[in-house]
């Protein structure tokens, strides 16, 4: 590990304050950032601690919630309000690492914690674009069973790894963030990037960004919430792909219907197109396979992972019955 | 600047770069709690800090200025054994024993968290109490590995003490 300096930050301003400083990171859970540090992969010289910032869940004016970038994870998938309005977040959360790395991982660091693979890790035997720009992608040849099938480039075929990020992509939650430029919102949609020839760049973040919340307004009436993960073993492993939806009927029919994929694209996967074949119609198992083909018409699979958009459609038909016929939680 | 490892107060390492671990095992001579894989996925490192099981080895020793810090090394009392030490004897919850102190820590933590009701990837109602049914208790588990497989044994012992509370 690289040298460098510790502070911890008393509120928003001081932290911004440090981070300013060319080299600073800000850190949270430490349970991506201290194991990249390690593999000397990171190499920041500032560490700012932003996990004695506010840390509360509080209900906004109109229905929804404001949480704070340094609630813990677990704190806030057992949050009442989360496990009764927004089951899909709990159940994202709860299918994601280990209790122990739940109990100190941040909502700040869950979003921002690398896209990434085992090549980007593999600093010694692989090249990757990722980490050393313009060195290589050595995943695109190479075992790439876990890589993307959407929206990658040349340059970088990597996933995003968080389960509770793809909860919040079908949520339409809202980023905080406070910078030298001042505060401003991104939809959450917009936070992460697709790959393109800058695959270092995983967020739309500037230098010195902090992120302080995440908004998730309220939920239409009567609409249901789920989340699938399919993974290589029953717990404590990374998703091969996930589904996370929720559900509006009126009737049997679909009035409203947000999708997000994970596991599948360098961000978590707003399936925009699957929403727009899904409503109005009635569930039925052809029905989403007919919509999650329209997403994925432009998939390219790799060698590897060609079972990724089969499986990502009949786990999202197998959400969408369940929550059809009011099963799922 | 100072750290409360099993009640006694020690100081933090003047180097940031430190673990949480390391400070435990190299710093203050604590050999009991285990790096396996230093990288957040084995459980061998578990303890507890102010009750929270968390893993020490992604943990930097600075970050828990004041915080109490419980190792295996401060479970048993006067009396003997901490129950769920014993009951890991009872029950084969070990074979070479590495990874039994990240176990049972985590064991602790898990209770606390089960008693204040957070749910698990396996509960089916997001809003009831939680039972410790073996199905529970190996999804809350899942972040500790044996490699000698007494994951039976574990479970077993785990049952014993928390489900059934019979003191070994
Ligand atoms: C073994 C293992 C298994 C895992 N399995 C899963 C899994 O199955 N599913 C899953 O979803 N995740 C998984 N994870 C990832 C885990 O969820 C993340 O490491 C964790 O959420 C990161 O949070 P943190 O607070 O520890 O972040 P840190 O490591 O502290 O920080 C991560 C990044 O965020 C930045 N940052 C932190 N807070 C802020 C802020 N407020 N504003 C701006 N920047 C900030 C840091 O500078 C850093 O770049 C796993 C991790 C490990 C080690
Ligand atoms: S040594 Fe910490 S999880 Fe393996
Ligand atoms: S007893 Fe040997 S690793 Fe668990």
Redesign the interface.
Known sequence: ?N????A?ADDAADALRRGAISGAAY?G???NL??LM?ETIARPDQ?I?V?GLPATIAETDDGGLLIDAAVRN?AL??HPAV??RY?VL??AI??G?????R??ATVGGNLLQRTRCTYFYDAEGARCNKRTPGSGCDAREGFNRIHAVLGASDACVATHPSDMCVALAALDATVHVDGAEGQRTIPFADLHRLPGDQPDRDTVLRDGELITAIALPALPTGARSAYRKVRDR???AFALVSVAAVLQLEGDRVVDVRIAFGGVAHKPWRATKAEAALRGQTITQQVVLDAAAAEFAEARPLRDNAFKPALVARTLAAVLTDLARGEA? | MSLFVNGAQVPAPT???V?LLDHLREGLHLTGTKKGC???AC?AC?VLVDG????SC???A??F?GRQITTIEGLASEEGLHPLQAAFIEHDGFQCGYCTPGQIC?AI??AA?AQ??????V?????GTITLTREEI???M???LCRCGAHNGIVEAIQAVLVEGVPA
């Open positions: 590990m040298p460098f300096q510790y911890r850190l859970g430490g349970t201290v194991d390690r560490l601690d996990t677990t998938a057992e496990r009764m089951p709990s159940r709860l299918a690492a280990s209790a122990q790395i109990n100190m029953a717990s404590y939680a | 180097d940031p770069r673990s230093n990288q957040g459980g578990t929270e099981r968390i893993l992604l943990a930097l600075v970050q200025d985590s933590g898990m968290e204040r009701g957070v749910p698990s990837h509960t089916d109602d997001l809003g190996q999804e809350r899942s972040g500790n």
